[in-house]
């Protein structure tokens, strides 16, 4: 079933402004990760967050963990156009045992130059 | 360059073909995936293999049978497809399972198309 669903589906806007995302999941979780996807390429890895931090920085990269709300934001600064790509959130289950991440749909992220 | 090496890249086979899907990781990881990315839907976890031992089958059709020999290999066996498996396969490597805090490393993925 699906875990983590992102929003918004899409988003368009111009260099150099900031791009927030949002991701909610269902169940308990060990942890969450972000991925970037570049368009009919593999997923990278951005950055990962435990249930018991509340915010981690990486770079140009913000990512914010609300576990009582089951929600998730990764904030992007200073956008680029290599910026553009869609992006992943990613949770484990910490209840249901499953051994591999669950994605939800992405949100599609494209930088005006 | 991930290190994570999938081939062939494309492949395009008929119904009544059988094809195989190859991934290797060069990171010394334990656990290796595959995903299924179709288009508007997210990445479907269909098997996840941990010391060469299969831990999960997200019941995924017969028709798709894995195959990990070691710990830096794995395969992903077609054969019978049907039109509606055309996706974008994606392996994975990690070095300890999602609910260890895994990290997960891509390839870049084969585009397969059945006709």
């Known amino acids: 079933s699906q875990q983590g669903e992102e929003d918004p589906q899409a988003l368009s806007i111009q260099e150099g402004e900031n791009a927030t995302m949002n991701c909610s999941y269902k169940?308990?979780?060990?942890?969450l990760q972000w991925y970037r996807q570049n368009s009919g390429r593999g997923l990278v890895h951005l950055i990962l967050?435990?249930?018991?931090?509340r915010e981690k920085h990486s770079g140009r990269l913000r990512v914010t963990l609300d576990t009582s709300k089951k929600s998730s934001s990764l904030l992007i600064t200073a956008s680029r156009a290599a910026d553009t790509a869609s992006y992943f959130c990613?949770?484990?289950?910490?209840?249901?045992?499953?051994?591999?991440?669950?994605f939800g749909k992405g949100t599609h992220l494209i930088i005006q130059p | 360059e991930t290190g994570v090496t999938q081939t062939p890249r494309h492949l395009v086979m008929g119904m009544t073909n059988k094809k195989s899907l190859k991934c290797e990781q060069h990171l010394g990881h334990n656990a290796m995936y595959w995903y299924k990315q179709s288009a508007k839907k997210p990445l479907e976890l269909m098997f996840v293999y941990n010391f060469k031992e299969q831990t999960e089958n997200n019941s995924v059709p017969s028709r798709f049978s894995p195959e990990c020999p070691n710990s830096s290999h794995l395969f992903l066996h077609l054969h019978t497809l049907q039109p509606e498996d055309s996706a974008l396969y994606l392996c994975?490597?990690?070095?300890?399972?999602?609910?260890?805090?895994?990290?997960?490393?891509f390839g870049e993925g084969s585009r397969l198309t059945v006709l």
């Open positions: 990613a949770t484990d289950d910490s209840g249901g045992g499953a051994d591999g991440l669950t």
């Open positions: 994975a490597s990690s070095q300890e399972l999602a609910w260890q805090t895994g990290e997960l490393f």
């Open positions: 967050i435990r249930s018991n931090e």
């Open positions: 169940t308990s979780i060990n942890n």
